[in-house]
């Protein structure tokens, strides 16, 4: 089937080559074949929602098992101490992440290179590209708050904030900080541009490039599980789904995502030893500088690299509209997404 969608005509002027009866063969298998494509990453999905709901008891029981007692000093990490808890988060989020793509990359006989594309980008392109990329990335924070606040405005209780799951304490070690970093900044810059630019886009991309942009975007979205970000991921899984298309390089998803994560880690680093005017001050600063950045590697694009601009994606057989009805009538994305929205109303509570 696979093989048969692939020679589907190219341009619309094409179609009126077949057969009434060829074209409703080639429109029901389409969209059967997107149906069983959702269905796998809306599977493969749930099973890394359910180990990121699981894992952690996991680890908690295995602690105690070995012997460990914690302390009610580090109430905010689970009572175990700041250095182990970063080691068991981190590992915690590999695991529930690297598992279940592995054993979807192992039924499915895809090779890991077709799901990570390194297509060569000239060194000054790829700066600018990345500049670029979390300028537009942070820019995204201003009217997801909007959103966000509208929205909540509309809510008769208060929403508790969105912790990013243990606060840096004040007299830190620098090594406990390197794990802070290294759990919210480098591992989800990988494994997340692995699971969504890798997996996600490369199964539907032959769905149509700006399908899978928009579907991997609101799938990246919901899987934060919570108001506070999903407007915000949303919009930068269009950001990192773009450059994806237009590079064929995820290394460069994954260097825009550690600095947009870095950006915010950088500040709940600097918290506990700033005022909050002084934090407000080193934030408008960096913001600053990354939007200057981002404006002249954008002048750069276009001068050298004008292509780069040019959003014009390849017409499909299938309309826009059979796309969508075959992507959310399949049973592993509706059960995703009812999962996620479960957790965020949960979260509002």
């Known amino acids: 089937m696979l093989r048969l969608f692939c020679f589907l005509p190219k341009r619309e002027k094409e179609v009126g080559n077949l057969t009434r009866e060829s ?20 599977f493969l999905l749930l099973g890394i929602a359910v180990l990121f709901s699981f894992l952690p008891a996991g680890f908690m029981d295995l602690l105690v098992a070995l012997g460990y007692r914690g302390s009610a000093v580090y109430s905010a990490y689970g009572n175990i101490e700041p250095l182990l808890y970063y080691v068991i988060q981190g590992s915690q989020f590999a695991v529930s992440v690297a598992g279940p793509s592995l054993v979807y990359l192992l039924v499915t006989r895809q090779p890991v290179r077709n799901m990570v594309p390194s297509q060569k980008v000239p060194p000054m392109a790829f700066v600018a590209m990345m500049v670029l990329g979390l300028g537009l990335s ?6 997801s708050r909007f959103l966000v606040d509208n929205v909540t405005s509309l809510i008769p209780w208060q929403l508790g904030e969105i912790s990013p799951g243990g606060e840096v304490p004040a007299s830190a070690t620098p090594f406990v900080m390197v794990l802070f970093v290294v759990r919210h900044s480098v591992f989800p810059a990988f494994f997340e541009e692995f699971l969504f630019r890798g997996i996600v886009i490369a199964q539907l ?12 975007a609101l799938l990246f979205g919901m899987f934060h599980g919570n108001l506070e970000q999903i407007p915000f991921a949303f919009l930068v899984g269009l950001v990192l789904g773009y450059m994806l298309v237009r590079t064929n390089n995820i290394w460069l998803c994954a260097a825009i995502h550690f600095l947009n994560n870095l950006v ?3 500040s709940d680093l600097l918290e506990p030893y700033c005022t909050e005017e002084q934090s407000r001050l080193i934030s408008g600063g960096i913001f600053a500088l990354i939007f200057l950045l981002a404006a ?5 694009l276009f001068l050298r690299h004008r292509p780069f601009f040019r959003v014009r994606f390849p017409w499909h057989p299938l309309s826009l509209g059979s796309r969508w009805g075959a992507f959310f009538s399949s ?13 965020t109303l949960w979260r509002m509570v």
């Open 296 to 300: 002249v590697g954008a002048v750069y």
């Open 23 to 42: 074209w409703k063969m080639f429109q029901r298998d389409g969209r059967r074949d997107l149906r069983r494509s959702a269905n796998a990453v809306g």
């Open 264 to 266: 915010a880690t950088i």
């Open 138 to 143: 942070l820019f995204a924070n201003f009217p």
């Open 331 to 343: 049973i592993g994305i509706v059960l995703v997404l009812l999962m996620n929205l479960g957790e």
């Open 205 to 216: 991309r032959r769905f149509g490039e700006g399908f899978a942009i928009v579907a991997s």
